[in-house]
């Protein structure tokens, strides 16, 4: 008998799931977005962050190689098809995020699901929004106070998103759902 796929139906069912869900949140990410921008732009940093959730779930529940990229690129697809005017943006930040939470998991190959660890790629991602936002948004012409909050939200966001999404999937982890057979 042929060994068991790490990525099996059932694995690929949660993501997909896990995937689904997430994505509409993230499509209505993208839907607010432009009022964000327009009316509370210092927010905006925080308003992407959301877009961490789909990966910290699918890990915190599976705990296996590529859920993370799985599951985002998922997500994408769904905010893609409720928000299309957002696809490209989606993908990418999917491919970007996903990526990041998968070479975090990597370096610790794949054995450490302590909190600490989803929290380094939050800050991660965070720097990363921060950077972006900070080209978008031209820091220079606002006020200090404006800047400094702009920069700090866009770093706290992926980090209170990682929060609220290791509840839920910590949750789910107790509920069963990421039971996978043979593993721990």
Do not use: D, K, N
């Amino acid at each position: 008998m042929a060994a068991a796929s790490r990525l099996s139906t059932r694995v690929l069912l949660v993501c997909a799931a896990i995937g689904v869900a997430t994505g509409l949140l993230g499509a209505v990410a993208g839907w607010v977005t432009p009022a964000v921008i327009a009316g509370i732009p210092v927010i905006y940093g925080f308003v992407l962050g959301v877009h961490v959730i789909p990966g910290i779930i699918s890990q915190e529940v599976l705990r296996l190689p590529l859920v993370a990229l799985i599951t985002h690129v998922l997500a994408a697809l769904v905010s893609s098809a409720v928000a299309p005017q957002f696809a490209l943006s989606f993908l990418g930040t999917a491919l970007l995020f996903g990526g990041i939470q998968e070479g975090v998991a990597a370096l610790t190959r794949y054995r450490v699901w302590r909190s600490w660890r989803f929290f380094i790629s939050a800050v991660i991602i965070g720097a990363v929004i921060a950077v972006a936002v900070g080209f978008i948004a031209h820091l220079s012409t606002m006020a200090p106070w404006a800047g400094v909050s702009y920069l700090v939200l866009a770093v706290l966001g992926p980090v209170a998103w990682t929060a609220a999404a290791l509840a839920v999937g910590a949750a789910l982890r107790r509920t069963g759902v990421g039971r996978v057979p043979g593993h721990r």
